[in-house]
T-cell receptor
Framework: ETGVTQSPTHLIKTRGQQVTLRCSSQ?????VSWYQQALGQGPQFIFQ???????GRGNFPPRFSGLQFPNYSSELNVNALELDDSALYLC????????????FGEGSRLTVL | KQEVTQIPAALSVPEGENLVLNCSFT??????LQWFRQDPGKGLTSLLL?????REQTSGRLNASLDKSSGRSTLYIAASQPGDSATYLC????????????FGSGTRLLVRP
């Protein structure tokens, strides 16, 4: 059974740029969620995708957007990067719209200069 | 407002000690509660999931309890080992927003040899 995988593991961008982070869900899981974790804090929910549609969103501006593909993999896109976007971005997957046990990937560490 | 609180923020114990990590949450209308472990710079590893109808769950040296009426959960670690050193996060899924987890800020545990 393959776990949740994310890429890239680390990246550095400058303010105003755009970034795309990628996630492959755990085998058999059809729901993907994205979380942002600032240093020393718990993760904050960004949004969830189920059957290629967003079905829940946290308190993040529209410049945070996402996609889910037919194979249940997902992308997180962030436009017009700000310094405060520097964080660990975590992808998680589970079965059926997020009600079950959530499994996380190793994360993508984004630094915005 | 639905919030999760973990106290203390940090804990240092000698190897072999039994210990309890605390998690409190506002609003008892939860769907489930999940405990995670996070090593520095890494993703989250799921430890235990407790459904709202359950009182406790056990896995090896770990035991998690849930008391919805008082808004509390505890994670008991028996016979602690240096390898248990990590940050432990508690996360709650509420009924009215069951698509997301809301996390506490975690307890950073150090087990001294």
């Amino acid at each position: 059974e393959t776990g949740v995988t994310q890429s890239p593991t680390h990246l550095i961008k400058t303010r105003g740029q755009q970034v795309t982070l990628r996630c492959s869900s755990q085998s058999g899981h059809n729901t993907v969620s994205w979380y942002q974790q600032a240093l020393g804090q718990g993760p904050q929910f960004i949004f969830q995708y189920y059957r290629e549609e967003e079905n829940g969103r946290g308190n993040f501006p529209p410049r945070f957007s996402g996609l889910q593909f037919p194979n249940y993999s997902s992308e997180l896109n962030v436009n017009a990067l700000e310094l405060d976007d520097s964080a660990l971005y975590l992808c998680a997957s589970n079965l059926y719209r997020g009600h079950g046990e959530l499994f996380f990937g190793e994360g993508s560490r984004l630094t915005v200069l | 407002k639905q919030e999760v609180t973990q106290i203390p923020a940090a804990l240092s114990v000698p190897e072999g000690e039994n210990l309890v990590l605390n998690c409190s949450f506002t609003d008892s209308a939860i769907y489930n509660l999940q405990w995670f472990r996070q090593d520095p710079g890494k993703g989250l590893t799921s430890l235990l999931l407790i459904q709202s109808s359950q009182r406790e769950q056990t896995s090896g040296r770990l035991n998690a309890s849930l008391d919805k009426s008082s808004g509390r959960s505890t994670l008991y670690i028996a016979a602690s080992q240096p390898g248990d050193s990590a940050t432990y996060l508690c996360a709650v899924r509420w009924m009215d927003s069951s698509y997301k987890l809301i996390f506490g800020s975690g307890t950073r545990l150090l087990v001294r040899p």
